[in-house]
């Protein structure tokens, strides 16, 4: 079996991540044409739409290298986090349409939707499935 190799995190590559969990974007370009609204402006490796159902869960794990950012198109999504190895109760926010969450590496995470929703995940790692189960840990935070 083939060995994955994932790029590992650099120091400044850690120091320029947002450290909180909304993300707040910068204000949009608009003209009589429409807006254009910047998301993310780093290196990354991933695009993915990803629709869930209301009532279904998602993620319950870590990632080791990747991060994400996630921009809820519509819908509503109960986020819940907390850093690897930390017992407590998890926190958590509902994050809605138009809005951007972002997650670091070694930080457990779970996405409770509460409505039908649809959302964009930029993430650092390729999202080719070898790729993505290497670096991700499953752990039940909710």
């Not at 650099?10 to 998301?39: C, N, S, Y």
Request: hydrophobic content about 40%.
């Amino acid at each position: 079996m083939q060995k994955i190799a994932i790029k590992p995190l650099t120091k400044e590559e850690l120091e320029k991540l947002p450290k909180d969990v909304l993300v707040m974007l910068e204000p949009p370009f608009a003209d009589d044409r429409g807006f254009i609204q910047p998301l993310v402006d780093m290196p990354m490796k991933s695009a993915v739409i990803i629709t869930s159902k209301k009532g279904t869960v998602r993620a319950n794990h870590y990632h080791q290298t990747d991060w994400h950012f996630c921009t809820v198109i519509s819908g509503k999504i109960k986020y819940h986090w907390r850093d690897h190895g930390d017992s407590n109760r998890p926190e958590s926010l509902v994050v809605e349409a138009g809005q951007t969450f972002f997650t670091p590496p070694m930080v457990e995470h779970a996405m409770e939707f509460l409505e039908d929703t649809t959302f964009l995940t930029l993430g650092r790692n390729s999202r080719k499935q070898e790729v993505y189960e290497a670096d991700v840990v499953r752990v039940k935070l909710i």
